[in-house]
């Protein structure tokens, strides 16, 4: 499928902290658009991986050179006029400003849910290197879009479908 979108060329974070289906959700955005869809968590330095899984949450030193390769990564889509979507956890403005220099139009979709959601996903998730006990930190350090910032929300309690079609929607894509 082939994307149809009016405008210059532009890249989309699916953002939201651990369980709130980044991938899941980007991916199938990604799909509906004909776009690629990088997986942020693929850019993680191994020390980094290796950290979460010992339980212990990332920094920011920790995450500062992973956010930099991502917005690397929409730097190349951009010079090849390929638009992309990401997903990124993204969780505080400043993060989201290192996404934002890597393209001239990076926006954001926040998947965002309640706390037991949350805790519930993740617990049930088999095969993943990120332990639910890492949640609370992970809620603690996100912030939430500004109202200055190019984005929409979509509740992670709706179908990946519905959260697609709103997306979409939200964000003046056509697919
Ligand atoms: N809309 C949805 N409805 C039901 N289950 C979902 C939905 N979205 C994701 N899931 C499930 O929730 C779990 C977490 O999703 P996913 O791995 O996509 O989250 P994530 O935000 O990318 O997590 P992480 O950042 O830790 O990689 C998975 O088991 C996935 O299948
Ligand atoms: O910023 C972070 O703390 C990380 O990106 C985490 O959110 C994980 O990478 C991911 O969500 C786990 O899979």
């Given amino acids: 499928m082939v994307a149809a979108v009016s405008g210059a060329v532009q890249h989309i974070v699916v953002m939201g902290v651990s369980g709130s289906g980044k991938s899941t959700t980007g991916g199938a955005l990604a799909a509906r ?69 890597g393209a001239p139009r ?24 990120f332990p639910a006990k890492l949640l609370d930190s992970q809620l603690a350090t996100l912030e939430m879009l500004g109202p200055d910032e190019d984005g929409a929300v979509v509740d992670m309690a709706l179908s990946v479908e519905d959260q697609v079609d709103q997306a979409l929607r939200l964000l003046g894509l056509r697919a």
């Avoid at 968590?41 to 191994?46: A, K, S, T, Y």
């Avoid at 990076?106 to 290197?129: D, T």
């Fill in 33 to 101: 658009l004909g776009w690629p869809f990088i997986e942020g968590d693929g850019f993680h330095p191994e020390a980094n991986v290796a950290k979460m899984r010992a339980g212990v949450p990332l920094d920011d030193d920790d995450r500062a050179p992973w956010l930099r390769a991502l917005a690397q990564a929409f730097a190349r889509n951009q010079a090849a006029g390929q638009g992309s979507v990401m997903g990124c956890s993204a969780l505080k403005r400043a993060y989201r400003d290192i996404l934002r220099g």
């Fill in 106 to 129: 990076v926006r954001f979709l926040h998947v965002h849910g309640s706390r037991a959601l949350l805790e519930e996903r993740l617990q049930s998730r088999e095969g993943h290197f």
